[in-house]
């Protein structure tokens, strides 16, 4: 199995542009996450889905986050409009039905200026 | 209380070093434990998963203390290649799926 992947691995932009994260998760879980990484604030959940329903969100720091997974093989993580203190790295990980095992992607290292 | 707290290391030990990490947790209800590790740069991955009063891989030992609410992992003869961030995670109880990472721990182990 290739594992999870993500795009871009690197994305530098400007503050205000629109930025788009991907996810292909692990083909058969039932879960996907969405993580940010910080040095200030660790590992941080922003949103996951089962069976590619949102269940909780209450760690998506603001209306500009957004989240979708159209299909159980695709899930999107947009920001608009980016700001500076976006600068993180973005994980996405899935896992399968009642398991806590979390297999993660290899992060998108998103730099906004 | 946080949620998940660890020690706030970093820990730098020599080669063949035994060392331990402590993890303490709020949630009394949780029932399962895990440590995952993350080396630089990369996503973090399951290390050990701890379900009852321990659990031991090799040089690696886990312990659960329930009554204190605290995890233990313990690292014996260190090697080089154990240089990472160490990961405390406990599950959300009745959220099946979600996990709560702690801060992490670092080790460097030198030779």
């Not at chain 2, 290390?47 to 659960?64: C, H, I, K, P």
Request: hydrophobic share 30%.
């Amino acid at each position: 199995d290739a594992g999870v992947i993500q795009s871009p691995r690197h994305e530098v932009t400007e503050m205000g542009q629109e930025v788009t994260l991907r996810c292909k998760p692990i083909s058969g879980h039932d879960y996907l996450f969405w993580y940010r990484q910080t040095m200030m604030r660790g590992l941080e959940l922003l949103i996951y889905f089962n069976n590619n329903v949102p269940i909780d969100d209450s760690g998506m720091p603001e209306d500009r986050f957004s989240a979708k997974m159209p299909n159980a093989s695709f899930s999107t993580l947009k920001i608009q409009p980016s700001e500076p203190r976006d600068s993180a790295v973005y994980f996405c990980a899935s896992s399968g039905a009642g398991g806590y095992e979390q297999f993660f992607g290899p992060g998108t290292r998103l730099t906004v200026l | 209380r946080k949620e998940v707290e660890q020690d706030p290391g970093p820990f730098n030990v020599p080669e063949g070093a035994t060392v331990a990490f402590n993890c303490t947790y709020s949630n009394s209800a949780s029932q399962s434990f895990f440590w995952y590790r993350q080396d630089c740069r990369k996503e973090p991955k399951l290390l050990m998963s701890v379900y009852s009063s321990g659990n031991e891989d090799g040089r690696f030992t886990a312990q659960l203390n329930r009554a204190s609410q605290y995890i233990s992992l313990l690292i014996r003869d260190s090697k080089l290649s154990d240089s990472a961030t160490y990961l405390c995670v406990v599950p959300y109880y009745n959220q099946g799926g979600k996990l709560i990472f702690g801060q992490g721990t670092e080790l460097s182990v030198k030779p």
